[in-house]
Every structure is written in structure tokens, then in C-alpha cells.
């Protein structure tokens, strides 16, 4: 799946650095990105982002994923699972407004 080498990419880059985003914490997001690489192809969430990757940038493009989320991971807890729901659950959210923004505002 692409998404989740790219997605993976840009965990790997945060962690060392050089990413989007500063961590509070670059060993929990090692380990979310490794508990990311041992899902099955066929995880739900992990075929709910690849599709919306595909129709949008909306993902990448989340301040609530980069600026929220990804960062603080490990600093109260390092439930990967809830980081992937929590991804999933904003994710959906970004793409709401961003197709109700299209509909106000179709032009």
C-alpha cells in the first residue's frame, strides 16, 4: 500500500528529526510506526485512509494529525491502537469540512 510506506516515511522522518512536526516523545511514534507496520493490508482504518488519500490531500494536509495529535503521542499514554482510531476519527472530520466547505463555497 502506498499510503501506509508513505505514511510510514513521514513517522520515520518526524522521529529523526526532520519531519513536519517536533515529538515530545520520537520512541513512542518509533513504536506506533512499527505497530503501523505489522497491521494486515487489509485493517479497516488502514483501507479508510488509503481511500480518502486517494480523493484528497486531506490527511496530509490536517492541522489537527500534525499539530495535535502525532506530536503529543507518548506523553500520557502510547495506545497505538487509539492513535490509529484517533487518526481515523479526524481524518473523517477534515474531509467533512472540507466537503461542506465545497458545498458552500463551489466555485
Not at 1 to 19: N, P, S
Not at 43 to 54: I, Q
Not at 85 to 93: F, G, N, P, R
Amino acid at each position: 500500500m502506498a499510503f501506509t510506506a508513505d505514511f510510514l516515511a513521514r513517522l520515520k522522518e518526524c522521529v529523526l528529526g526532520t519531519g513536519p512536526v517536533e515529538l515530545a516523545r520520537p520512541d513512542a511514534v518509533a513504536e506506533f510506526a512499527d505497530y503501523l507496520s505489522h497491521l494486515p493490508e487489509t485493517d479497516r482504518r488502514l483501507r479508510y485512509l488509503t481511500t480518502v488519500d486517494e480523493v484528497s490531500s486531506v490527511f496530509w494536509n490536517s492541522e489537527e494529525i500534525w499539530s495535535e495529535l502525532v506530536p503529543d503521542f507518548g506523553v500520557e499514554d502510547r495506545d497505538c491502537e487509539a492513535l490509529l482510531d484517533s487518526l481515523v476519527d479526524a481524518t473523517i472530520a477534515a474531509e467533512v469540512d472540507s466537503i461542506e466547505l465545497g458545498l458552500q463555497d463551489p466555485g
